[in-house]
């Protein structure tokens, strides 16, 4: 993964600073899901919602919600930075500020956002900052971003959630956790193809799991 191509210490860098990039995507006719079968891709059906996650390595977090009853799609993709169209090799230099995502395309009547954030957060650990585990680079941060036209909401929503799992992790000896929270700015861009479910590609492939058993707090307990 992007690692090798990383040095020093990882840090932001001023958006004036950041790559060009390109003028078209780098997934110009996305594929349909290899395990769901469904569009990886917009436009999608208005009952449909979006969530975008970063836990760290793409590969392994996609796999982690593919099989959720109610997600009924998934993509992974470079979002939160300022270049344009990035490729895999662009962002994993550091110099586009985007991290490794994972898009969620899900039913809210079978799955709630409360319940993807908690998987989201019981699956790695957001204490890291620029890194999970030996994964180390801007874009291994740990991002949840809401999408639509309640995205304002859900974000207040998400971050009750995160604050929560904050003060459990403390509780267990871990440091502040570092997740940002925010509604989606700019756009999250399709990774190449070769990195769409690319466990189900690659059963044996790199997949890293830094979870830290701590459980996250049901919606009733917040």
Request: glycine residues 10%.
């Amino acid at each position: 993964m992007g690692w090798l191509f990383s040095t020093g210490q990882p840090q932001l860098i001023p958006a004036e600073e950041t790559l060009r990039g390109g003028s078209t995507p780098v997934l110009a006719h996305p594929q349909p899901h290899v395990v769901l079968g469904t569009p990886i891709g917009a436009p999608w059906r208005p009952e449909q919602r979006v969530l975008i996650v970063g836990l760290g390595c793409f590969w392994g977090a996609e796999k982690l919600f593919w099989s959720l009853p109610g997600v009924e799609s998934t993509a992974v993709g470079y979002a939160g930075g300022q270049t344009p169209h990035p490729t895999y090799r662009e962002v994993c230099t550091g110099r586009t500020n985007h991290a490794e995502v994972v898009q969620i395309i899900y039913d809210p009547a079978r799955i709630t956002l409360e319940d993807l954030v908690r998987k989201a957060l019981e699956s790695h650990d957001p204490t890291q900052g620029f890194r999970q585990g030996n994964d180390v680079g801007t874009q291994y941060r740990s991002v949840i971003y809401t999408v639509g036209e309640n995205a304002e909401e859900d974000a207040r929503a998400v971050q009750r959630i995160v604050d929560s799992y904050g003060e459990r992790l403390a509780e267990h000896g871990y440091g502040a956790v570092t997740t940002a929270v925010a509604p989606l700015a700019g756009q999250c861009y399709l990774a190449e193809d070769e990195h769409q479910q690319y466990l189900a590609k690659n059963p044996q492939g790199y997949c890293p799991h830094h979870s830290t058993g701590v459980a996250c707090p049901m919606p009733e307990d917040l």
